[in-house]
Nanobody, 123 residues
Framework: QVQLAESGGGLVQAGDSLRLSCVASGGGFRVYHMGWFRQAPGKEREFVATITWSGENPKYADSVKGRFAISRDGAKNTIYLQMNSLKPEDTAVYYC????????????????WGQGTQVTVSL
């Protein structure tokens, strides 16, 4: 029953940076592995990055590897996505996800999702 709230999206130019935040609340005594996903217009939602509840084992999609970094602040129940060298192809709604059973996956019935935050990268 965890609630997720994303923030930090906006309109930027190619090459700029943004940092997204996701605050989790209402999770009780459960621990959650968390991650970021995105959905561009006309495309399926896709994996961006995941991280364990303890802030270890970060994983990235090939398309963002070397440019994006996921991190976690356990005391604040918050994860971040630092996005550098943004490209127009990064334009999408970015969603935060949490899953008590393992790293979030699009097909997992145990995953919880936020409402999303819009990232738009212009030329």
């Amino acid at each position: 029953q965890v609630q997720l709230a994303e923030s930090g999206g906006g309109l930027v130019q190619a090459g700029d940076s943004l940092r997204l935040s996701c605050v989790a609340s209402g999770g009780g005594f459960r621990v959650y592995h968390m991650g970021w996903f995105r959905q561009a217009p006309g495309k399926e939602r896709e994996f961006v990055a995941t991280i364990t509840w303890s802030g270890e084992n970060p994983k990235y999609a090939d398309s963002v590897k070397g440019r994006f970094a996921i991190s976690r602040d356990g005391a604040k129940n918050t994860i971040y996505l630092q996005m550098n060298s943004l490209k127009p192809e990064d334009t999408a709604v970015y969603y935060c996800a949490a899953d008590p059973m393992g790293v979030p996956r699009l097909t997992s019935g145990s995953a919880y999702w936020g409402q999303g935050t819009q990232v738009t990268v212009s030329l």
